[in-house]
């Protein structure tokens, strides 16, 4: 996915974002399925969402280890969002 989001399927940005979200879905698996890293995921979200709104996803993801597969505890496994294919239908 190129950094340029002006060009990508709106359903595309929606899902990221989804998956920016939630907490259970590392940034490894949004640049995996979209070829987008941590900065660049960052870089969307802060373009696509209000300034306030990316305050508080920045202060919800910031030291977090489950967003980080590298760093998720043994205990935490994949998590798949019940509105996960809603976006799709």
Same mark, same amino acid.
């Given at each position: 996915m190129p =950094? =340029?989001?002006n060009n990508v399927?709106?359903?595309v940005i929606d899902r990221i974002i989804?998956?920016?979200w939630e907490d259970r879905t590392p940034f490894e698996a949004i640049e995996a399925q979209f070829g987008l890293n941590e900065s660049s995921t960052i870089r969307l979200m802060r373009q696509e969402l209000s300034p306030s709104a990316f305050r508080r996803w920045r202060a919800r993801v910031s030291?977090?280890?489950t967003k980080h597969a590298t760093r998720r505890p043994k205990g935490v496994s994949?998590?798949?969002s019940r509105t996960h294919n809603k976006i799709n239908r």
């Open positions: =950094d =340029d989001s399927d709106p359903a989804e998956m920016a030291g977090r280890n994949r998590h798949q």
